[in-house]
Nanobody
Framework: QVQLVESGGGSVQAGGSLRLSCASS????????IAWFRQVPGKEREGVAR????????AYADSVKGRFTISLGSAENTVYLNMSIMKPEDTAMYYC????????????????????WGQGTQVTVSS
């Protein structure tokens, strides 16, 4: 069974940086894409960033473009999300997700595209 484990969350002041890690129990290459989502209580889960595991194509939500970067780690089972110039509105539980199929139907940042989810890591940005 595929397991995804997020780490690296914590508290940071506005303008600061954090790096989240997602460790997969399987090689990343068996998935079509890996993504990061975030969710705050009472709101829908929001797609933040996605990386295609083969062509390394990336996609970002408008709210994080220019501030967040998704990348594959040198180990074959890790994905990172580098977050900089952070804002209080970035406060959320962040989830890693992996999808086996393409994202042509629902899009790269849609929850329906992904089959496997981690438990999440909390990120809090104070003003």
């Amino acid at each position: 069974q595929v397991q995804l484990v997020e780490s690296g969350g914590g508290s940071v002041q506005a303008g600061g940086s954090l790096r989240l890690s997602c460790a997969s129990s399987e090689y990343i290459s068996i998935f079509n894409s890996i993504a990061w989502f975030r969710q705050v209580p009472g709101k829908e889960r929001e797609g933040v960033a996605r990386i295609h595991t083969r062509d390394l194509g990336v996609a970002y939500a408008d709210s994080v473009k220019g501030r967040f970067t998704i990348s594959l780690g040198s180990a074959e089972n890790t994905v990172y999300l580098n977050m900089s110039i952070m804002k209080p509105e970035d406060t959320a539980m962040y989830y890693c997700a992996a999808g086996r199929a393409g994202d042509e139907w629902f899009g790269p940042l849609a929850t329906e595209t992904y089959n496997y989810w981690g438990q999440g890591t909390q990120v809090t940005v104070s003003s």
